[in-house]
Nanobody, 119 residues
Framework: QVQLVESGGGLVQAGGSLRLSCAAS????????MGWFRQAPGKEREFVAAISWSGDTTYYADSVKGRFTISRDNAKNTVYLQMNSLKPEDTAVYYCAARPLSGYEYEFWGQGTQVTVSS
């Protein structure tokens, strides 16, 4: 298993930036691809970004492409989400998740961190 703890959320004005961090503990961090998801009030959880175990490959939702950047530091067992040009519609609870390389689903989730973007 792997335990995930997010941090870095907060209140920011539209156009501002935040960097989320997700610290992992437990099994070998490089055994997992990592992802960020978000859930706004009254909406379903949605995919935001993902990164391969090595960091060589990244994926983004169309809604954040060009504004958000996912990265990971395997030496620190941490994955990041740099969020720039934030919009009010980015307001949500952001979750990081881990997908075992041998699997197809994200099996481990953090507790989430709130991001609020004011207009």
């Amino acid at each position: 298993q792997v335990q995930l703890v997010e941090s870095g959320g907060g209140l920011v004005q539209a156009g501002g930036s935040l960097r989320l961090s997700c610290a992992a503990s437990g099994r070998t961090f490089t055994s997992y691809a990592m992802g960020w998801f978000r859930q706004a009030p009254g909406k379903e959880r949605e995919f935001v970004a993902a990164i391969s175990w090595s960091g060589d490959t990244t994926y983004y939702a169309d809604s954040v492409k060009g504004r958000f950047t996912i990265s990971r530091d395997n030496a620190k067992n941490t994955v990041y989400l740099q969020m720039n040009s934030l919009k009010p519609e980015d307001t949500a609870v952001y979750y990081c998740a881990a997908r075992p390389l041998s699997g197809y689903e994200y099996e481990f989730w953090g507790q989430g961190t709130q991001v609020t973007v004011s207009s």
